[in-house]
């Protein structure tokens, strides 16, 4: 845990940058900066936080930062671990790979696969805003059941995309790592610990953090911070650790929030307030509750 | 004189359009953007630094007993007016 | 200049060569993933790194996507990076190529050609790295094993120079080189060290000095990125020129862009790449026996293509019979075909000209089809008009 006066006030990720007005990622990302505690080499996938950073010829980051194509942020960490081991300098570095959910649960998957098999020194932050935003707010495979987006709209037929999220937290503990974890920018101190675990340990380390998007999820500017606490406070999105395959929960919702009131204030999910939708509410509902005793189960924390 | 003109060439800009200067973004003073600003109450300000951390810009430096705003920076989101603790900070129509 | 240093001859493949000049240009990182009939260099460099013969840092990549991402992260991080692929291999990382060029990374891979699916056919022809010629490579044509360890040695001072900064493919025919065993002469290790020197990038990821790699370009900016690269590519003959004679100092074997066989006086030429040279050229020596004034032009440096040197020698020519060892789909040439075109065109030469295409997914090409291509060039030049501008040869009907 750390205090908000002993973090750096040095800022790595710059202002300036052409994020969203209240970009839930913009916040994660300068989080992410603070809480890195050696020398950082960043690899970014293409997306929101990679092309509004740095429009040439500005760029936000104060650190070495590169930025290649949309799915290989995994394979490019893994050749710059590759040449600072043959330097002999991989150890005075932290090497942070950032991918949206897009450039991560789908189209990255296959390279996030293959480093984290091989086992590479590195941290993997996936910043989770449920969906492509920077095209144009089109379906991820971390999109949840109900929501509307671009490629699955919410139609007079079909309320929204009709599948359900992908466990990428799953995927990256059935690879063995040491160290996995979820996390939510509302909770700073919980992310900034778990950022400084990933980065200490040998080997790779996944974090999945939820960083709201008020353009693609529809709410008001100001509310970001507040809806991702209630993502967490409804047991949406739950938060824990697997560090060598052991479940933790960081933080217990004995008594969770009603989820209407983190889809409410979200224009996403409006239809699904509709009577002839009310089946596909009750679903949503469904699959958190399901989601959260899956999770609860295997942290051994029934009843939590 | 076009702004493209004002533009440099090929023949003096960096190879593979690297960035050799960090932080660069700093000249776009996004402050344009916003509709309304955030105005502290100094009196009310702990310093309790919330609202610099969730800033997503930054727009928010830790000041010596206060947190000060960069307005070049600011954007206007509000998010440091709904997280303040103490109510210390209020969102006002830009004049 | 007489080689003073005795040759060491040593038996390999065009695949073991590769590997074997890789290890001994010190490369500091390999990330790689098999596909015939490239295998064999990247199991031959296993060895070498299980056995700590090199010192290189080797990843072996989940697909050649991750392959030349990898590479593209570790040579701008500052190393020495080399990898090798084929065919399907190629095409995957397909925009990778154009990435590791815009990035001016100096990346050397070596290219064992083989037929793109579909169908799928593992064996040779240039389908693959045609399918890729407008990536910003700098690309190279090996005839044999060791044209193919000379070419990868000096592929690494070609593209590590800031002259260029551009990545190099140095391009082995798939099975035909990559799989026969040659006796190739090899360099000291301490005489390639000296060859090659260390690479020492302009910009790198270094934490003592934070640049950013990969910005995005509005239209306001883009084109001038892409006038560099052609200005790098312009700017890469003479410094292959200057290696090559370098390379001739240390080896007794000289290179260049291209290499001319019996064309001084030549009424009709073959321009070719590859394997295909050593048969076109046995095939001219036998006509040449019978009065037959023929020639062959073997291309070495295909991009940047060389225009004015192919020119040069085509003006003093009859007719030229261009053989393209892959399909150009839709278009009135092939690809080496519809290089050489525009080269006369450019030069203002009469000189006449057709493109056979032949060898394709493997087929072998005999010193009979060699003949016919000759044939019907003495046909062109004695007078003939072209009646057939494109032919299949070896193709059954």
């Not at chain 1, 709209?153 to 990428?168: C, H, N, Q, T, Y």
């Not at chain 2, 200067?21 to 009196?43: F, I, M, Q």
């Not at chain 3, 290890?23 to 390999?30: E, I, L, R, S």
């Not at chain 3, 190099?168 to 006796?183: R, Y």
């Amino acid at each position: 845990m750390v205090t908000l006066k002993e973090l750096p006030t040095t800022e790595l990720f710059g202002p300036g940058h052409r994020m969203c007005t209240g970009c839930g990622p913009a916040a994660t990302a300068r989080m992410t900066m603070k809480a890195l505690e050696k020398p950082a080499i960043l690899v970014n996938a293409t997306g929101c936080l990679e092309v509004a950073s740095t429009i040439y010829p500005e760029t936000a980051w104060r650190v070495p930062w590169v930025h290649t194509l949309f799915e290989n942020a995994a394979a490019v960490a893994s050749g710059i671990e590759a040449s600072l081991l043959k330097e002999g300098k991989a150890d005075a570095v932290d090497i942070v790979a950032f991918g949206g959910d897009g450039g991560t649960f789908d189209i990255g998957i296959q390279a996030l696969s293959g480093a984290l098999e091989r086992k590479h020194d590195f941290t993997y932050i996936c910043y989770d805003n449920e969906a492509y935003m920077n095209t144009g707010i089109q379906r991820s495979g971390a999109t949840p059941y109900g929501a509307s987006t671009t490629t699955t709209p919410a139609g007079s037929k079909i309320p929204g995309k009709m599948d359900a999220k992908k466990d990428l937290i799953g995927v990256c503990v059935a690879h063995g790592v040491e160290y996995a974890a979820t996390a939510c920018v509302a909770y700073w101190n919980d992310y900034i610990t778990k950022v400084r675990r990933a980065a200490a340990v040998k080997g790779p380390a996944v974090i999945h953090v939820l960083a709201p998007c008020p353009l693609g999820w529809r709410f008001e500017t100001n509310q970001t911070i507040k809806l991702a606490k209630l993502a967490v406070q409804t047991r949406y999105f739950p938060l824990y650790e697997v560090e060598r395959g052991k479940y933790k929960l960081s933080m217990k919702i004995p008594k969770p929030v009603p989820l209407e009131e983190f889809l409410k204030p979200q224009g996403r999910f409006r239809h699904l307030f509709a009577s002839e939708f009310a089946q596909n509410l009750e679903e949503l509902k469904r699959q958190v509750d399901s989601n959260w005793n899956r999770v609860a189960q295997l942290c051994g924390e029934t009843g939590a | 004189m076009s702004v493209e003109e004002e533009k440099p060439g090929w023949k003096s800009l960096p190879i593979g359009a690297v960035l050799v200067t960090p932080g660069s973004a700093e000249r776009n003073k996004t402050g344009t953007w916003r509709l309304k600003r955030p105005v502290l109450d100094a009196k009310k300000c702990t310093n309790c630094l919330i609202c610099w951390i969730y800033c997503p810009e930054p727009a928010i430096t830790r000041g010596t007993k206060t947190i000060e705003f960069s307005y070049d920076y600011c954007k206007g989101c509000g998010i440091c007016a709904i997280e303040c603790p103490l109510k210390a900070i209020v969102m006002t129509e830009e004049s | 200049m007489a080689k003073t240093v005795s040759e060491k001859i040593v038996g390999m493949n065009g695949d073991e060569a590769v590997a074997f000049a890789a290890k001994q240009a010190d490369v500091d990182v390999v990330a790689a993933y098999p596909i015939t009939p490239q295998t064999i260099i990247v199991e031959r460099f296993s060895d070498y790194v299980a056995n700590g013969e090199v010192d290189t840092q080797y990843v072996c990549v989940e697909s050649e996507h991750s392959a030349l991402s990898a590479c593209v992260g570790a040579s701008l991080a500052g190393s020495r990076v080399f990898t090798a692929t084929s065919s399907q291999g190629l095409a995957l990382m397909h925009e990778v190529l154009y990435l590791a060029s815009g990035l001016r990374t100096p990346i050397v891979m070596a290219v064992a050609n083989r037929a793109l699916s579909a169908p799928i056919n593992i064996h040779n022809d240039h389908s693959d790295m045609m399918g890729s010629r407008d990536c910003g490579w700098i690309q190279i044509y090996a005839e044999n094993a060791q044209e193919a360890y000379d070419w990868t040695l000096q592929a690494f001072r070609i593209a590590e120079d800031h002259r260029v900064s551009l990545p190099v493919s140095v391009n082995l025919d798939g099975f035909t080189i990559s799989h026969a065993m040659e006796g190739v002469a090899i360099l000291e290790d301490d005489e390639v060290s000296k060859l090659l020197g260390k690479r020492s990038p302009t910009y790198k990821l270094d934490p003592t000095n934070p640049m950013t790699f990969g910005a995005l370009t509005l239209p306001d900016y883009y084109s001038e990125f892409k006038r560099q690269q052609v200005d790098a590519m312009s700017s890469a003959p003479p410094v292959i020129s200057a290696v090559a004679d370098e390379f001739r100092r240390t080896s007794g074997r000289q290179y260049s862009a291209l290499s001319a066989f019996n064309v001084e006086d030549a009424d009709v030429a073959i321009v070719c790449l590859g394997s295909i040279a050593g048969t076109a050229r046995t095939v001219a020596t036998k006509l040449r026996s019978q009065g037959k004034r023929v020639g062959v032009i073997k291309i070495w440096q295909y991009r940047p293509f060389p225009t004015a040197e192919l020119a040069k020698l085509l003006s003093k020519v009859k007719c030229v019979g261009v053989i393209d060892r892959a399909v150009s789909f839709g278009a009135p040439y092939g690809a080496v075909c519809s290089d050489t075109a525009s080269a006369k065109v450019m030069a203002g030469i009469e000189t006449k000209l057709f493109n056979v295409v032949c060898g394709l997914g493997g087929r072998d090409v005999k010193p009979t089809d060699i003949e016919s291509v000759f044939e019907t060039g003495l046909r062109y030049a004695r007078g003939e008009p072209v009646d057939e501008h494109v032919s299949f040869v070896g193709v059954r009907d």
